[in-house]
């Protein structure tokens, strides 16, 4: 029940096309969402995360869908660049007492081609 | 304001020997802390999380073990290493009590031989 499971494992798309990755939790007790880039050889860094109160939320480029009755997320990265070819993670967690843990997906390798 | 350091960027080291790996926090207050293990090709494992000085929560047991004797400052270590110990270590904080988001480091890369 703490699972997120993230699909696709790797990605290619062509510039200027859409990148869409999707994750599907199962514990409806999560109530944070957010989507991590990495480089190689760097930690993640903070893309975007959204609170199940709303359906979408948009950051330049980047767009967080959220369904909750599917118990599903997903990151839409428009207009791809080559400098977005990183791996993306999403994650969720709840409240907890002791301070708020991360369950990560396991990844999504994207490559944008020229 | 905030940044996280962890070092070394990597380490080798021989199966059997001790580590430690360090992270230290600043400019903010009584973060939590947290250790995670990546491995290759997958996500991250959330390894130990604190929510203040001597408190340390472990979530997988395991050969490694974690401290926090100062306020900002969060250390892994093992007294044996083992091969399967090898990964990608990754320290994080986040603002007290719990808030959002948390914020990695860029890692330390321990390969066992």
């Known amino acids: 029940q703490q699972q997120v499971k993230q699909s696709p494992q790797s990605l290619i798309v062509q510039k200027g096309g859409i990148s869409i990755i999707n994750c599907a939790y199962e514990?409806?007790?999560?109530?944070?969402f957010p989507w991590y880039q990495q480089f190689p050889g760097k930690g993640p860094a903070l893309l975007i995360a959204?609170?199940?109160?709303?359906s979408e939320k948009k950051e330049g480029r980047f767009t967080i869908s959220f369904n909750k009755s599917a118990k599903q997320f997903s990151l839409h990265i428009m207009d791809s660049q080559p400098g977005d070819s990183a791996t993306y993670f999403c994650?969720?967690?709840?409240?907890?007492?002791?301070?708020?843990?991360?369950?990560f997906g396991t990844g999504t390798q994207l490559k944008v081609e020229l | 304001s905030q940044t996280i350091h962890q070092w070394p960027a990597t380490l080798v080291q021989p199966v059997g020997s001790p580590l430690s790996l360090e992270c230290t926090v600043e400019?903010?207050?009584?973060?939590?802390l947290y250790w995670y293990r990546q491995a290759a090709g997958r996500g991250l494992q959330l390894l130990f999380y604190?929510?203040?000085?001597?408190?340390i929560s472990s979530e997988v047991p395991q050969n490694l073990s974690a401290s926090r004797p100062q306020d900002r400052q969060f250390i892994l270590s093992s007294k044996k290493l083992l091969l399967s110990d090898s990964g990608f270590y990754l320290c994080?904080?986040?603002?007290?009590?719990?808030?959002?988001?948390?914020?990695f480091g860029d890692g330390t890369r321990l390969s066992i031989l």
């Open positions: 994080a904080w986040s603002v007290y009590p719990g808030g959002q988001p948390q914020h």
């Open positions: 514990n409806t007790a999560f109530d944070y």
């Open positions: 959204i609170r199940p109160d709303v």
């Open positions: 994650a969720a967690s709840m409240e907890a007492r002791g301070g708020n843990k991360l369950t």
């Open positions: 400019g903010t207050s009584n973060p939590n």
């Open positions: 604190s929510v203040g000085i001597g408190q």
